[in-house]
């Protein structure tokens, strides 16, 4: 894996969905293959379309980026989101419009996962905040944060409303992929809008700015990361902070 990898939906490529799916369903690989340690695929459902996640073999973490979706029982407006644990398995559909969702999983199973469960959280459960630690015009929202028992992934929402927000050279402890929802995320001279998709090496650094519509993201890690300042000055707990900030997600059960 290169140390930051980027992937858009427009040019990645139409696969054969690795889960069992009725109805019209595209799907395609933004990142996939051994050399990279998260996956990530994009599963676009025509309306009455369905798609039966299965975790095997490692745990799967579903964003609805688009539309609405209906599993177990729960109806999963745009930015729920549903964990499907190793040996546990959903059908997630898409009823009315359509759905688009994003789906994580790691390329091997994390050792401290033991599965079987299933985990919703439709958008109004979701931890969060406009004013994530009292910052006007900066959001955030937690969707799994490592401290489940029988799972360690991590997903986590950011939101900046204005342009030209900086976040500051820094680096995390985990290998993460960054998925733009909404508005752009600006490296360099380039700005990538939604849709697009950075894999990051763990104990890699970057920084970026909001675009000129803002930015909003989905943020995946495989574990509980540890964040670490671009000079090295400030090391924390990412997994403390989001628990003072917002609490942690409590989840639905699906209905069987």
């Not at 959280?121 to 955030?140: A, F, H, I, W, Y």
């Not at 989905?218 to 671009?230: A, C, D, I, K, L």
Request: hydrophobic share 40%.
């Amino acid at each position: 894996m290169s140390r930051v990898s980027i992937a858009t939906c427009e040019s990645a490529p139409i696969i054969t969905p690795p889960f069992l799916c009725n109805g019209s369903v595209v799907t395609r690989a933004l990142f996939s293959g051994d050399h990279h340690p998260i996956h990530l695929e994009v599963y676009r459902l025509e309306p009455g379309a369905a798609v039966q996640f299965s975790g095997d073999p490692t745990d799967v973490a579903i964003f609805v980026w688009k539309g609405t979706a209906a599993a177990g029982g729960a109806r999963l407006e745009r930015g729920s989101s549903a964990i499907v644990e190793f040996g546990a398995a959903l059908n997630i559909a898409a009823p009315d419009e359509g759905a688009t969702l994003v789906a994580f999983t790691l390329a091997k199973r994390h050792a401290g996962s033991s599965g079987m469960h299933v985990h919703l959280l439709p958008n109004e459960r979701v931890p969060r905040k406009d004013q994530l630690g009292g910052t006007e015009g900066v959001s955030g929202a937690i969707h799994a944060d490592s401290q489940c028992p029988t799972c360690a992934v991590w997903m986590h929402e950011n939101g900046y409303a204005a342009a030209g927000k900086e976040t500051p050279v820094h680096s995390h402890s985990e290998n993460e992929i960054i998925f733009v929802t909404a508005g752009s995320m600006r490296i360099g001279r380039r700005e990538y809008g939604p849709g697009s998709a950075l894999a990051i090496a763990a104990n890699t650094k970057y920084g970026f700015f909001s675009g000129q519509d803002g930015l909003s993201f989905v943020n995946f890690r495989g574990s509980s990361p540890t964040y670490r300042s671009g000079d090295g000055s400030v090391t924390m707990d990412e997994a403390e902070l989001w628990r003072s900030l917002l609490g942690r997600p409590v989840y639905l059960e699906p209905v069987r």
